[in-house]
């Protein structure tokens, strides 16, 4: 399957497809902040800002996932990489998610920044947290109460880190 699947650069093209598997993804509320029903617009504005590079990966000639790659925060945080990452439901389980967020890693080194960080996963999102820490993510802090689960109520989340 990895043999098949390839990482490029957004495109305008793109924009339906990453909107499936946005709207998708965010469908079960389970895994984003964004509410269920946030607009296409809302969200490919969002998705698609100007200060993230973004990336899609295919699957022969169909696109399977998105990521962007954006600075965590501007001036003198600037170098540490912010990621988001949104695989289709219907390719779970393929390794998909492990080969883009190598492969983001390996991105962000080469656009010069010195470590990724992401500031919300859902510690309930074990899928998540664990492919994270396989490729090397350590927990660094733990925020109680920052997203609001749709069935368990009140989650923590994670703040994950990485040096590249």
Request: proline share 4%.
């Amino acid at each position: 399957m990895r043999e098949n699947l390839t990482v490029r650069s957004f495109e305008e093209k793109d924009r339906e497809a990453i909107w499936n598997i946005i709207s998708e993804v965010i469908a079960g509320g389970e895994t984003y902040v964004f509410y269920p029903n946030s607009s296409k617009d809302k969200m490919l504005d969002y998705w698609l800002a100007p200060d993230k590079k973004i990336y899609v990966a295919q699957l022969e000639d169909e696109i399977v996932a998105t990521f962007t790659i954006k600075p965590n925060m501007p001036d003198r945080g600037s170098h540490i990489a912010n990621g988001s990452y949104m695989v289709s439901p219907g390719q779970g389980g393929k390794g998909i998610g492990e080969f883009i967020g190598r492969y983001s890693l390996t991105e962000a080194k080469k656009l010069g920044y010195q470590a990724m960080q992401f500031n919300i996963v859902i510690k309930s999102n074990e899928r998540a947290v664990n492919l994270w820490k396989k490729i090397g993510f350590k927990i660094i802090g733990e925020v109680p109460n920052a997203f609001q689960h749709p069935r368990l109520g009140m989650t923590n989340a994670y703040i994950m880190y990485k040096e590249l």
